[in-house]
Nanobody, 124 residues
Framework: QLQLVESGGGWVQPGGSLRLSCAAS????????IGWFRQAPGKEREGVSC????????NYGDSVKGRFTISRDNAKNTVYLQMNSLRPEDTAVYYC?????????????????WGKGTLVTVSS
């Protein structure tokens, strides 16, 4: 069974940090570009960050540039999203998704597999 499982979400105060993980099972991520997306209550899902299949290129949404960092460890079949300087507007369910192509994209419609998401809440 092909699965992506996110973890690492939770509650954090503004200015704090969290690291999300996206672990794959049933398939290898080596050939997949990975994207992180998020959906806040009452809002559309938006692209947060993506990384190419070999990790050579990354991209970030404007709202997270300079604060979030995406990385991958193909040996562990896992992708990470380090989130620093968190703001209340970062509160959302965060999803990882895998696309069977090499290059990075924040286009959610290109993705083949999705995790079920992990909730991040930023509040004081």
């Amino acid at each position: 069974q092909l699965q992506l499982v996110e973890s690492g979400g939770g509650w954090v105060q503004p200015g704090g940090s969290l690291r999300l993980s996206c672990a794959a099972s049933g398939f290898t991520l080596d050939y997949y570009a990975i994207g992180w997306f998020r959906q806040a209550p009452g809002k559309e899902r938006e692209g947060v960050s993506c990384i190419s299949s070999r990790g050579g290129s990354t991209n970030y949404g404007d709202s997270v540039k300079g604060r979030f960092t995406i990385s991958r460890d193909n040996a562990k079949n896992t992708v990470y999203l380090q989130m620093n300087s968190l703001r209340p507007e970062d509160t959302a369910v965060y999803y990882c998704a895998a696309g069977l192509f090499r290059l990075c994209t924040l286009n959610e419609y290109s993705m083949n597999y999705w995790g079920k998401g992990t909730l991040v809440t930023v509040s004081s």
